[in-house]
């Protein structure tokens, strides 16, 4: 399991700090160079489609790293 952990972190795409839930728009946009609002606004879309955007975005804030290298899903599974 831990190989898993060390292959997410080593994503370029980090959830960032300072987001509005979660970070993750904000960790997309910073990677890319997008805008942030840029980026809210298509994952709102998004959340308009059925099955697709709202599980996405919690698989996404399960498993993309923060900055420091926290991963959200390996810190629920070692409660």
Known sequence: MQSFYRIL???PIKRAPGGILGGIASGIAREYGWRVSYVR???LLSFLLP???LPLYAVLW???P???GTIALEKALSR
């Open 9 to 11: 972190r080593s994503s």
């Open 62 to 64: 399960l498993l993309l």
């Open 51 to 53: 099955f697709i955007g």
């Open 66 to 68: 923060t900055t420091d």
């Open 41 to 43: 606004i298509a994952m």
